[in-house]
């Protein structure tokens, strides 16, 4: 599912990086974003599970790699395997780029 899921990200919203480092001193890194957009796309994983993420240290980790981006501006969007499989996640991304193409001029809206 995961290289379905890799191909619409590249075919419907170009300028996607993968694993990308966004912070200048920690290794935090965003599971897919669009730096050129300053959005970003988590998969949280384990949410039915018990994953890393639902652990009380794992999900502090998590704000606070959440928080520092968003002190550096970015925009980060959270969904799980459940919605990129039904299909949410796709719906979610061509809803927040949608918002952010200005109409009339076709360009880039920051």
């Not at 606070?64 to 459940?82: C, D, H, M, S």
């Amino acid at each position: 599912m995961q290289g379905v899921f890799d191909t619409i990200l590249k075919e419907m919203f170009k300028g996607v990086e993968y694993e990308y480092k966004f912070h200048p001193t920690r290794k935090w890194r965003f599971d897919f974003c669009w730096p050129h957009a300053m959005v970003a796309l988590e998969i949280e994983g384990g949410v039915w599970t018990g994953g890393r993420h639902t652990s009380g240290s794992g999900f502090t980790r998590d704000m606070e790699k959440y928080n520092e981006a968003g002190l550096l501006g970015w925009r980060i969007f959270r969904v799980t395997p459940q919605q990129v499989k039904n299909g949410q996640a796709i719906v979610l991304l061509e809803r927040i780029f949608e918002k952010r193409i200005d109409q009339k001029t076709k360009k880039w809206k920051p």
